[in-house]
Structure formats: C-alpha cells, structure tokens
C-alpha cells in the first residue's frame, strides 16, 4: 500500500531545482526547498530522539516564522500528531488544551517557557522546548544536536491523524477536531487543481498559522505548486502593498480586504499582475465585493470551510463569482440543506447545511458522544451552518444554527465568555452577542445583569477577561441592562439585543 503520509506527497512536489526558495519574507531572511528538506529530516529525528512516536501530540504555541514552519512539516515526517494553538491563548486557557490533548511535547515562545514549564508539569508532558522568531529557543538547540536527517518519513494511512486543531463548542468547552493526512491531501490537491494554480504562482501570505486557512490551505497549495510564498509575521497594509506587485495569489480574512479599500493607494494599476484574491473564515460582505471590483478590476474568490472539513465549497475559478454565496460543493464532497430531522428543503429554501467527502474530519479528540451526535446515520456532518442552495447547487450562508460569532476571522463561542462573566462578583447574568462591524466584521459585544447593589462596571469587566481569554474574545463593549430579554419559554432572546444593539459599532 502506498505511502499516505502528506509529506510524502508535498516532498514529491518539491521542485527540479532545490535551490527555489520557499519562503521569503521582507527583511530578507529565506528558506528554500533543499533547505526544508533537509531541516524536515533533521528536526523529525530530533522529535523521534526526544521519543515521539507514531500517533504522538506535539501542542504548539509559537509565533509566526519560518521554522514554526519546519516544525509542522517535521512533525508530518515523523508521524506525530500536530496540534497548533492560537497564540492569544492565555494560561488558564492553555492549561484545559494541554491536558485534553496529553502531548509528549510542549513546544512555547521563549518568554512563556518557564511559566508554562508548571503547566505541562501538572499534565506530565514529557518534554517543554520554546521556539522563537529569530531561529532561537531550546527546540534550535536540540536540533543543532542531531546529525544531518536520514529523511526517514514515517508511513501513514489515509485515515491516521495529521493533526488535532480545536475548535470551541456551544458549551465553553473546546473539542480538538482529528484530521487525517487523508482528509488533509484531498483538500490540498483539489484546491490546487481547482483555483488554477501555475507555475510561477508567487503567494502573499499575511494569515497566522495556527488555524486552517493559513497553515493548511494557503501553505498546503504553495508546496503543492513549488512556489515562492511571500511568508509576513501579520498583515500590515503599507507591507502588503509594498508586496501586491510581486505577488499573484492573496488569500486573507474579509477584514483584509476592508482594510486595503481604506487605503487610497490600492488600485487596479498595483495589482496588475495579481491573478486570484481569496477570501475566506468570516462572511464576505457584498459591498466590499463591489467595491473591491470597482477599484482593482478583480472579482474576490469567495469559498466556505471549516475546522472539521477544510475547504467545503468553492465560487468558481472560471466562471461567475457571485457576491452572497459560497459557491459550489468542491469536487468528490457531497453537500445537502436539510430540516432538523435529516430530511432535505426544497431548493432556495434554509436549512442546516450537511456534508460528506474525504475531506471530512475523523471525529473529536476523546469525545465519541460528540462525534455521533454531529454525524447523520449516512455519514453526513451536521456543520450547523444554515445555508440555502439553489437549483444549480450554488450555496449561500445565510447565518448560523449554532451560537456561533466571527470576528476577524476567528470563531467565538459566546458561551465561554458568557461564563467568565456569570462567575465575576458582581454579575447576576450577561449574554454575549457578535455586532456587525467594518473591519471586524462582527464585534464580540456583552450585555449583562449586575446583582442587586454591585458597583461592577465596564472597565472591570474587561480588566478581568483580559487576564482570562485571548484578545479576540473579548468583549469591544459591554453593557448593562436590569434584565435580560426571554421568550415564554425562559430563553433569552440574542435576536432582540442585536437588534437593539445593532448601531454600536456605526455599521448599518
């Protein structure tokens, strides 16, 4: 049986030519493909002599670099389990996801190794190493300590796990979704073939790489084509202007491409030799479509995914971009629009969107209850997102079954915050709600209760869960009422304090 590991079929890609450089970014530093092939080799056996074995979680928690980079591929090669937490993450945070995932390493920033070093004591994590930006941090140093890589690359199947990312659920509790280097070679290779990539596709990467668009469709269809990828620590709009001209291929959150149209600079004329503008991880607003057409002359790709699945569905590449929709189901995933029982909706009509393909994630980590309640009996992922498709099987995202807020690009679960609220002295209740917002596109808004008396405000509300949560969720506003609305039922009711709230943020 063939070798499935995903390394094995980026390294088959690797260009004629090693000498091509990978990743650049613009203070001058590079990586090429003979390098990462042998930096991958090396690094995968420092991992097996610190005893990672085959199936074994490596959590990391490092910033955006080049040999973070190397890290995620070695770990590939040696057959380890890649878990990527978001570098917002505080330690309270980062204790629950250490101890869901039990890795044999922790690898952290050089500034938050000695902290976290009692963390993974707690957990019996086996090895702390930290990795910086500047080719610095412990796992350098314990790489400088093997020999030249043997490029040894562990088999997998299609169906062994590649990595764990997490993804927050409706009760505050984060879930680590499993996918496979088959779930994950499927997508790759379809969105390679699907958005035309050619051989001299040069990438504009700004995305982190802690999450699937940046580390898994971006990186993953760059390796596929052999190309120069354009590697930014964050977005910058003055950089990536600067880079607009030597690049082909951007793909970024909606709040990018916000961002540029603020900037008179950004023109049709700097991005002559673009050919694709993505966007993806938070809906696409129609206006910033338009506007985007108007002044560049390029139409915005547009394309729907998730943590679970990867890429799910695609507007075409050649063909008719539509601003308000998501496109077509990409090829070999199966899509329907169903009622709360399963039973599919008339065209046109809203429904829960459904799945299947290979692309499809394996389950939850430790969680078979949850795995089989998000699973339809015919093998269909219930993703909770409620969509319509019409009758060419065109899907538009039309909002969400679950509490589900995106802002930035990054999902927020309300409930996670909403309990970090209840438990403040002070608090009788609070609901957290997501407000639309230009650059954000929806901004994390809290309306709560206060208890009889209390003197709680909104500077301590936000002083508290600055110490508690990462920055995106927490709260730009937070209100006070006398009482949360309800339905007869008890229920409280988000829709009427969006309405209410709705003008917060000056977006209409």
């Known amino acids: 049986m063939p070798d499935a590991n995903l390394f094995t079929l980026i390294q088959s890609r690797f260009p004629e030519d090693l000498a091509k450089v990978f990743l650049k970014s613009p203070d001058g530093k590079t990586l090429c493909y003979g390098q990462l092939d042998r930096d991958t080799a090396r690094l995968a056996d420092t991992l097996r002599r610190l005893g990672v074995c085959p199936g074994d979680r490596v959590v990391v928690q490092v910033d955006k670099s080049t040999e973070a980079v190397v890290l995620y591929l070695a770990c590939l090669r040696s057959g380890a389990v890649y878990v990527p937490l978001n570098t917002a993450y505080t330690a309270t945070e980062l204790d629950y996801f250490i101890g869901d995932a039990h890795p044999h390493i922790l690898v952290c920033r050089p500034d938050t190794l000695e902290p976290l070093r009692d963390v993974a004591a707690r957990h019996n994590v086996a090895h702390v190493l930290s990795l910086g930006t500047a080719a610095d ?30 993804t927050s ?203 089989q309640a998000e699973f339809r009996g015919d093998g269909y992922f219930i993703t909770g997102d409620v969509a319509t498709m019409a009758v060419d099987g065109r899907i538009a995202i039309v909002g969400r079954a679950k509490d589900l807020i995106i802002s930035g690009g990054f999902n927020v679960y309300p409930k996670e915050i909403e309990l970090e609220i209840d438990a403040m002295d002070g608090v009788a209740e609070s609901a957290v709600i997501g407000l639309a917002h230009r650059d954000f596109g929806e901004a994390v808004t809290a309306i709560v209760v206060r208890q009889t008396n209390a003197n709680v405000d909104e500077a301590g509300v936000k002083k508290t869960l600055g110490e508690r949560l990462a920055k995106f969720k927490q709260p730009k506003r937070v209100f006070f009422v006398d009482a949360l609305p309800r339905n007869t ?20």
């Open 137 to 166: 941090g412990t796992l350098i140093d314990a790489m400088a300590e093997t020999s030249d890589g043997e490029g040894t690359i562990t088999p997998r199947d299609d169906d062994d796990i590649a990595a764990i990312l997490y």
């Open 169 to 371: 659920g409706t009760t505050g509790r984060s879930k680590g979704a499993m996918l496979s280097h088959g779930n994950l070679s499927s997508n790759a290779l379809t969105l390679h073939r699907l958005w035309g990539f050619v051989p001299d596709d040069v990438l504009l990467h700004a995305l982190p790489i802690y999450h699937v668009h940046g580390l898994f469709v971006a990186l993953h269809c760059a390796l596929l084509n052999a190309s120069t990828v354009w590697f930014l620590p964050r977005f910058e709009v003055s950089q990536v202007m600067a880079l607009i001209p030597e690049s082909t291929v951007m793909m970024g959150v909606p709040t990018f491409y916000v961002r540029l149209l603020d900037s008179d600079g950004f023109n049709a004329g700097l991005c002559r030799d673009m050919r694709l503008f993505v966007a993806g991880s938070a809906p696409l607003l129609s206006e910033t479509f338009s506007e985007f057409e108007s002044r560049t002359g390029h139409r915005i790709l547009e394309r729907y995914g998730m943590t679970e699945a990867g890429m799910i569905t695609s507007n075409p590449y050649d063909g008719e971009r539509l601003a308000g929709t998501v496109g077509f189901p990409l090829p070999e995933t199966s899509a329907r629009v169903c009622d709360a029982d399963g039973s599919e909706v008339e065209r046109g009509e809203p429904g829960t969107l459904e799945i299947t393909g290979p692309n499809v994630f394996k389950g939850y980590w430790q969680n078979p209850e949850k795995t």
């Open 489 to 508: 039922m008890g229920k409280v009711q988000k829709n009427a304090l969006r309405e209410e709230y709705a003008g917060t943020y000056d977006i209409v």
